[in-house]
């Protein structure tokens, strides 16, 4: 039997457990414990683009935006921004934008069928890069981020939700800059900081133009909350939300903190990510209990199997971040691979 250690979501504490050197395969879908609300009172907006409203304080501060269902089927977001709007919130600095991104796909999410509505055309979070987005190739989530692109432009910090398909402690997507770790510290929730380079097929928004950009004063964070539709994602949301507004000193600080949860958290842990693991194979499997943020704990320990071929922890210590156990087919990044940072 080989063993691995898990990272509980909510501490930096290892658990020991049992990973047997079963091949297991997920098929069935966590039931949808959220609603997903009612946005149409949020089209018309006043930027002149739909779904995106802008509040200026008229006091000097950043463009701050807080941009929900990227995913079409990514609802924790949505449920956060809805409640925003709906106790009036306000920037005491700067602007504050509240943004709906792909709303064709979210305007067909069914909680009978809640995987087929991601996307559309193509992943509206593969699309950010200037030679995509001038380029001639028309989809709806080409259009989509061509009329957001204005907006996005004149945003200095951008907090962007998501949440997992699979079940997964949260975690801080910070890019592979400083200045994105640095940002995800100090909101300091999710306590995980996974430090990664972005994804082979695509740019995503929190990497696009000066966000990715060393010299760049913008800043941007993409926040995975959860498992799409369990009820502690909606949580997560709402309270990272609050943490990112009061970090970036743009809302009253009374009203922040009388939103954000006052329970000491646990040190941010930064994970670098090394490498993707790309499935060859349709019957790409892990082994029982290979989670999100399990820790393999020696090199050569047993992750999975690709199409029979072993796939084994390339060095001590590896975490499993989002594994993907469902849905697999041939290139599919189905895994990556992080080392835990001191």
């Not at 949505?78 to 005491?92: E, G």
């Not at 954000?260 to 790409?284: C, G, K, S, Y």
């Amino acid at each position: 039997m080989n063993m691995a250690t898990s990272l509980n979501p909510n501490t930096t504490t290892a658990m020991t457990i049992s990973t047997k050197q079963v091949p297991a395969k997920i098929s069935i879908s966590p039931p949808v414990e959220l609603a997903a609300p009612d946005i149409s009172a949020y089209k018309t907006g006043n930027t002149g683009i739909d779904y995106i409203t802008t509040f200026d304080s008229g006091s000097p501060g950043p463009h701050v935006m807080i941009n929900a269902v990227t995913h079409g089927n990514e609802i924790c977001g949505v449920i956060a921004l809805d409640r925003l709007f709906k106790i009036n919130v306000r920037p005491t600095h700067g602007k504050l934008s509240l943004s709906f991104a792909n709303v064709e796909a979210y305007l067909r999410f069914d909680p009978a069928s809640p995987n087929t509505t991601r996307y559309i055309d193509e992943d509206f979070n593969r699309v950010w890069d200037v030679a995509t987005l001038e380029g001639s190739r028309e989809s709806i989530e080409l259009v989509r981020a061509r009329k957001m692109r204005p907006v996005i432009d004149q945003v200095d910090l951008l907090l962007d939700i998501h949440s997992m398909h699979d079940p997964h402690g949260p975690v801080m997507i910070s890019g592979p800059l400083d200045k994105g770790i640095a940002f995800a510290k100090r909101v300091a929730l999710p306590t995980h900081i996974v430090a990664d380079a972005g994804h082979a097929n695509g740019t995503r928004m929190r990497d696009y133009g000066g966000f990715g950009d060393r010299n760049s004063h913008k800043n941007a964070l993409l926040v995975e909350c959860g498992q799409h539709w369990e009820r502690a994602a909606e949580h997560i949301a709402w309270q990272t939300v609050w943490r990112f507004l009061s970090h970036c000193g743009v809302v009253d600080h009374d009203l922040a903190n009388s939103q954000i949860d006052p329970a000491p958290l646990p040190a941010p842990q930064v994970i670098r990510v090394t490498e993707a693991v790309v499935a060859n194979n349709i019957d790409f499997v892990f082994v029982r209990h290979a989670h999100g943020l399990a820790v393999i704990k020696q090199k050569g320990d047993l992750i999975g199997y690709d199409g029979g071929k072993p796939v084994l922890a390339p060095y001590d210590n590896c975490v499993l971040i989002m594994p993907t156990m469902v849905h697999v087919k041939p290139g599919l990044t189905v895994v990556r691979f992080g080392r835990i940072e001191e």
